[in-house]
């Protein structure tokens, strides 16, 4: 019999956390799933957790690679799916046990060739806190490019969204190759526009560790460039899909912002080598966005950013560095806000 789902984990070096994640796994109440595990080079004992788990269900099945990054590990999944949907976990993560269930229901109730979960951020304090919530207003099912926005960036994160199989693979909608953050930019943005149908399950139904060291987002060096190659990946698939007309302001406005999060995010030592690589992706079209763009279609700060890295000089840095502190401060206290209230 068909598996309903398939679900794929990527895992490497995480045998402190693997033994929960396999636990929300293998106790989901779908019982008809196929579980791809594929062990990424691990050098710890995740490859033997793996067996324990696999020598008592045989819905487990082992994958075994050579290191090569989680977006790889997550592509090479691909070849054995055999579920009508699929969902993409991560292994230091855990998940409701009602998740496939549920977000099965949900994707044949609509009709979607994905839906889009929500999550709990799991802090190591114990406390919880969802992540960002959709805005109430947009349609369950998004078929126009203007009721999309919502769903891209905090989402594109992989266990976030439920796929139909055979859309996933019919369109080739896969990660980012090598050892890199950000490997699941291109297949989040992929899905969602070439997607006919996309629809909302309103319940929090996974999991996600919000720190872990030794993960590729917390490690921040020059694998963080990769920014700039996966922003040209997206422009590419969007003009290759006949989508860029449609997704241009949001796209151009989403690579300016990753833009300058990443220079901030980097070390000193680092900005001006980084400078340069955004200096030479920026085009002529990002530059005329900036300069004309209505303040609905781009931040200041996204303004004041470029013409820092334009110019370079001390009042620009020095104006933007305090700027961008007094914005940060409002999110904050709006965030403390909503704690509190």
């Not at 895992?11 to 956390?17: I, L, S």
Request: net charge positive; proline share 4%; glycine share 4%.
């Amino acid at each position: 019999m068909q598996p309903k789902v398939s679900l794929i984990l990527p895992v490497y070096n995480v045998e402190a956390y693997l033994r929960q994640c396999l636990d929300s796994v293998v106790n989901q109440t779908e019982r008809n799933i196929q579980i791809i595990c594929v062990n990424d080079g691990s050098t710890d004992g995740s490859r033997t957790i793996l067996q324990e788990y696999a020598d008592r269900d045989s819905r487990i099945e082992i994958v075994d690679q050579e290191n090569q990054g989680a977006g790889s590990a997550r592509n090479a999944g691909y070849s054995f799916i055999k579920g009508k949907y699929t969902y993409f976990a991560d292994p230091d993560d855990w998940l409701n046990l009602e998740l496939c269930e549920k977000a099965s229901r949900r994707i044949e109730e609509t009709g979607a060739d994905l839906i889009y979960i929500q999550a709990l951020r799991e802090y190591p304090t114990g406390k919880s806190r969802p992540t960002r919530q959709f805005k109430q207003h947009l349609p369950e099912v998004r078929l126009v490019p203007e009721q999309r926005i919502d769903l891209f960036r905090p989402r594109e994160v992989p266990w976030l969204k439920f796929w139909n199989s055979e859309f996933l693979l019919k369109h080739q909608i896969r990660f980012s190759e090598g050892k890199r953050p950000y490997e699941d930019m291109l297949q989040s943005w992929k899905g969602c526009v070439l997607a006919d149908r996309i629809a909302i399950l309103d319940e929090h139904l996974y999991h996600y560790r919000n720190f872990r060291p030794g993960s590729y987002q917390n490690i921040v060096d020059r694998s963080h460039f990769a920014i700039v190659d996966t922003m040209k990946d997206i422009e590419a698939m969007l003009m290759t899909t006949g989508k860029y007309a449609d997704y241009r302001n949001l796209f151009i406005k989403s690579k300016l912002t990753r833009f300058r999060q990443t220079y901030f995010k980097l070390p000193q030592g680092l900005r001006l080598e980084f400078r340069e690589l955004v200096l030479d992706a920026i085009s002529e079209e990002d530059r005329l966005f900036l300069h004309s763009a209505s303040s609905k279609r781009k931040s200041l700060l996204d303004g004041w950013f470029y013409k820092m890295l334009e110019r370079h000089g001390f009042f620009d840095k020095a104006l933007f560095c305090i700027f961008n502190a007094l914005s940060q401060t409002g999110l904050y206290l709006k965030h403390l806000f909503l704690r509190l209230k």
